[in-house]
C-alpha cells in the first residue's frame, strides 16, 4: 500500500514537473519570424511599402505623448502620441530592447491654444499625419530606401494613411533619430512603460 502511495506521488511529480517544463518552453522567447509575421506583416507588404496599421487605437499599447513647444508664445505648436503593437511594453521590460516585428505609430497634430482655469493649456486639434516604425532585426528590404538600421520608416500625410510620402529614410528620417541612436533610435526615456 505504502508503496503504491510513493508510486502516485512520484507519477504526479513527474507529469506536474513535465507540464511545468512544457510550459516554459512553451512561454519562452517567441519564435522571431511569427512576431514579424503576426505583427509587422499587418502593416509591411512584399515589397516592404509600410502603411498606418488598421484601428491601432483600439488594439495597440499608448507608450507616451510628446509636446513641441511653440516657436513664439506659450502652448505647444503639436503633440505627439505614440503606439506600440501588442506585447511591444512587455517584451521591452523583460529584454530592454523592441522585439524584431514590433510597430510604432506616432500621430503628429496640431495643437490649439487656449486659456483655460488651470492656465495656458494647447490641445491636439487637427491631425497632420503619422510616422511608422516596423523593427525589422534582419535586414528583410535591402533594395528598399525606407528600411534600414533595424527598422522601417514611414511619413504618412493625414489624407492617406495607405500611401506613404517617405522615400528615403535616411534623407528624410534618420536625422531627427541620431540623438536616440543609442536607444534604437527610439527615444525611450519618453516612455515610462518601458522601464520596469
Same mark, same amino acid.
Given at each position: 500500500?505504502?508503496?503504491?502511495?510513493?508510486?502516485?506521488?512520484?507519477?504526479?511529480?513527474?507529469?506536474?514537473?513535465?507540464?511545468?517544463?512544457?510550459?516554459?518552453?512553451?512561454?519562452?522567447?517567441?519564435?522571431?519570424?511569427?512576431?514579424?509575421?503576426?505583427?509587422?506583416?499587418?502593416?509591411?507588404?512584399?515589397?516592404?511599402?509600410?502603411?498606418?496599421?488598421?484601428?491601432?487605437?483600439? #488594439?495597440?499599447? /499608448?507608450?507616451?505623448?510628446?509636446?513641441?513647444? *511653440? =516657436? +513664439?508664445?506659450? %502652448?505647444?505648436?503639436? !503633440?505627439?502620441?505614440?503606439?506600440?503593437?501588442?506585447?511591444?511594453?512587455?517584451?521591452?521590460?523583460?529584454?530592454?530592447?523592441?522585439?524584431?516585428?514590433?510597430?510604432?505609430?506616432?500621430?503628429?497634430?496640431?495643437?490649439? #491654444?487656449?486659456? /483655460?482655469?488651470?492656465?495656458?493649456?494647447?490641445? *491636439? =486639434? +487637427?491631425?497632420? %499625419?503619422?510616422?511608422? !516604425?516596423?523593427?525589422?532585426?534582419?535586414?528583410?528590404?535591402?533594395?528598399?530606401?525606407?528600411?534600414?538600421?533595424?527598422?522601417?520608416?514611414?511619413?504618412?500625410?493625414?489624407?492617406?494613411?495607405?500611401?506613404?510620402?517617405? #522615400?528615403?529614410?535616411?534623407?528624410?528620417?534618420?536625422?531627427?533619430?541620431?540623438?536616440?541612436?543609442?536607444?534604437?533610435?527610439?527615444?525611450?526615456?519618453?516612455?515610462?512603460?518601458?522601464?520596469?
Amino acid at each position: 500500500m505504502r508503496n503504491n502511495r510513493i508510486m502516485k506521488l512520484t507519477c504526479s511529480g513527474l507529469a506536474l514537473t513535465g507540464l511545468y517544463l512544457f510550459g516554459v518552453a512553451s512561454y519562452g522567447q517567441p519564435d522571431q519570424s511569427s512576431d514579424y509575421d503576426g505583427l509587422a506583416a499587418a502593416v509591411a507588404d512584399a515589397s516592404g511599402s509600410i502603411r498606418v496599421p488598421a484601428d491601432y487605437q483600439k #488594439t495597440y499599447q /499608448m507608450l507616451g505623448s510628446w509636446a513641441v513647444a *511653440a =516657436d +513664439e508664445g506659450p %502652448g505647444s505648436k503639436e !503633440m505627439h502620441g505614440v503606439y506600440a503593437s501588442p506585447g511591444t511594453i512587455e517584451a521591452y521590460r523583460e529584454n530592454g530592447g523592441f522585439p524584431d516585428g514590433t510597430v510604432l505609430v506616432k500621430e503628429v497634430f496640431h495643437t490649439a #491654444t487656449n486659456e /483655460m482655469t488651470t492656465g495656458t493649456v494647447s490641445s *491636439a =486639434d +487637427e491631425l497632420a %499625419g503619422w510616422f511608422v !516604425m516596423v523593427k525589422d532585426s534582419v535586414g528583410r528590404y535591402p533594395d528598399s530606401k525606407l528600411w534600414g538600421d533595424g527598422w522601417g520608416w514611414a511619413w504618412f500625410d493625414a489624407a492617406d494613411p495607405l500611401k506613404s510620402t517617405s #522615400t528615403d529614410y535616411k534623407a528624410e528620417c534618420l536625422s531627427c533619430h541620431v540623438p536616440a541612436q543609442a536607444s534604437d533610435w527610439v527615444y525611450t526615456r519618453g516612455y515610462p512603460q518601458l522601464r520596469k
